[in-house]
């Protein structure tokens, strides 16, 4: 498993917007490269981190503990 600050701050931004322009916007990158950062995060852990909805994003479990390790 090797996954980058970056990546994590990333999936934390992700995490508080629930919204991939959102998160993106407070990073100050483009959508595309938040959504490509977050797939490659999950791949590299081979869990799925966020569950993709018409309104937003869900955390999985699997995204719950990343998140709440990553707000430690």
Do not use: Y
Request: charged share 25%.
């Amino acid at each position: 498993m090797k996954m980058s600050f970056r990546q994590l701050t990333h999936a934390m931004a992700l995490g508080q917007h629930r919204n991939f322009r959102l998160a993106a916007a407070e990073l100050h990158i483009s959508q595309p490269a938040l959504t490509r950062s977050v797939k490659a995060l999950e791949e590299a852990l081979g869990a799925t981190l966020f569950d993709r909805l018409s309104s937003g994003v869900e955390p999985t479990s699997a995204g719950e503990v990343l998140l709440e390790r990553g707000r430690r």
